[in-house]
């Protein structure tokens, strides 16, 4: 059966104004997909999703999933639908036309195990969602159209301060998420926290090609090693270090490395 979990935030929607929800790409100035609203304190919110998958708006009162109010904590306005028939409709589909060509890094089974339900109550209105998870911000102002603020997950790390690991004659940036570990984990409930960056110096540009993040799956705190693909390399229960994965970036900078002499580009 379809069961609502609560999923309190820091935010609180107004309870009478409609959001307004947007779909697009992000391409220059357009707007990120996602919800904006007024907040309960009549500022400006904005929910962006990681990975989003499906979203659908529709009209009712009535929460349209089982919820036990008995459980309600005051001010709650996001849920998960557990054991969602929608989700399970979503992934059927992606397996059978997409199987081992799935976007979000190849493993259609992530759908299983990382993505989630979610459902956003408004006013009359219902905004449902399947996505790997969300980011909430608050501003004065609109954040329609606005650039996403400093310190969101979705962002690149600072690059203000990192260490240089040299591997198969290649210098490689690591960055590290300055907020304590207690942050992360915390944060990592709503949505996969970068530990570290990894970046590739090459004829004076510096891209990610390695990222560590910081999620929950099933219950679980994991750490894994993705690609510039989204591809796991490597995953770990708890917080990863960087000796952890120091293996898997020393293969990788070979394979670099292998692939630039091939092409006359090293030594």
Excluded at 21 to 40: A, C, K, Q, R
Aim: proline content about 4%; overall charge negative; glycine content about 8%.
């Amino acid at each position: 059966m379809e069961v609502l979990k609560g999923i309190p935030i820091p935010i609180i929607a107004d309870g009478v104004l409609s959001p307004q929800v947007h779909y697009g790409e992000s391409y220059l100035d357009e707007p990120h997909t996602g919800i904006y609203f007024i907040t309960s304190d009549e500022q400006h919110g904005r929910i962006i999703f990681e990975n989003l998958d499906a979203i659908k708006v529709c009209r009712g009162e009535m929460m349209p999933y089982e919820y036990d109010w008995d459980k309600h904590v005051q001010g709650t306005w996001i849920f998960k639908v557990e054991d969602s028939l929608w989700l399970k409709e979503r992934f059927d589909y992606e397996n059978k036309f997409y199987g081992q060509h799935y976007e979000f890094g190849g493993n259609v089974n992530d759908m299983l195990t990382d993505f989630s339900h979610y459902l956003f109550s408004f006013h009359d209105q219902f905004v449902e969602v399947i996505a790997r998870g969300f980011w909430f911000e608050k501003d004065k102002e609109s954040l329609f159209g606005k650039p996403l603020q400093e310190g969101h997950p979705f962002l690149n790390l600072p690059v203000d301060n990192y260490e240089i690991l040299e591997s198969n004659n290649l210098r490689m940036q690591v960055r590290k998420n300055p907020k304590p570990e207690n942050q992360l984990k915390k944060d990592a409930e709503y949505c996969s926290q970068k530990l570290m960056e990894f970046v590739l110096e090459l004829e004076g540009t510096a891209k990610v090609d390695n990222t560590l993040l910081l999620f929950y799956r099933d219950g679980k705190l994991l750490s894994s090693l993705k690609g510039y693909f989204g591809k796991e390399k490597f995953t770990k229960e708890g917080i990863a270090t960087l000796d952890d994965v120091l293996p898997y970036l020393g293969r990788y900078t070979g394979e670099v490395y292998e692939r630039r002499k091939k092409m006359g580009k090293e030594e």
